[in-house]
């Protein structure tokens, strides 16, 4: 019985399940998984390049893969991924400087790389979008 008490009087260890998630915790996490999509995105890339290498039909096949609705999606999210990678070394790179630790601009620095990907990302599709044929039917 005295076993048990004792374990019952312990502190719990933070979990998820009683752990209130940060920002900036959020955007390491996130930043990590950008990271591992980056990687399968450069192997995409390259197939792209393999298929314009290997000849005028595997270049239409893989440009009519990237052109369909599933395939812009994947490029739209590759290159939010992309953009919010980038941006999230940024903010590592102004923390390398030794600036920015404080609580106010940690936060900051979190929400402005979640805002500035979703806005940067948004800015470039509509830039690249009609070029694409994607608005035109």
């Known amino acids: 019985m005295a076993k048990a008490e004792a374990s019952a009087q312990r502190p719990l260890s933070p979990h998820l399940t009683i752990f209130r998630p940060y920002v900036n915790m959020m955007m390491s996490i996130m930043h990590r998984i950008t990271g591992a999509a980056n990687y399968f995105g450069t192997l995409l890339i390259v197939f792209w390049l393999v298929s314009a290498a290997a000849g005028q039909e595997s270049f239409a096949f893989a440009n009519d893969v990237a052109g369909s609705i599933p395939g812009l999606l994947v490029l739209f999210g590759l ?4 953009i919010h990678h ?3 070394g940024i903010r590592h790179f102004i923390w390398d400087t030794g600036y920015g630790f404080d609580i106010p601009t ?3 620095l979190s929400w402005s ?8 990302t948004t800015l470039l599709w509509a830039m690249i979008a009609p070029g694409l044929g994607v608005f035109n039917g």
């Open 79 to 82: 290159t939010w991924s992309l």
């Open 86 to 88: 980038a941006l999230g």
């Open 106 to 108: 940690v936060r900051l």
């Open 113 to 120: 790389t979640i805002i500035g990907s979703l806005v940067l």
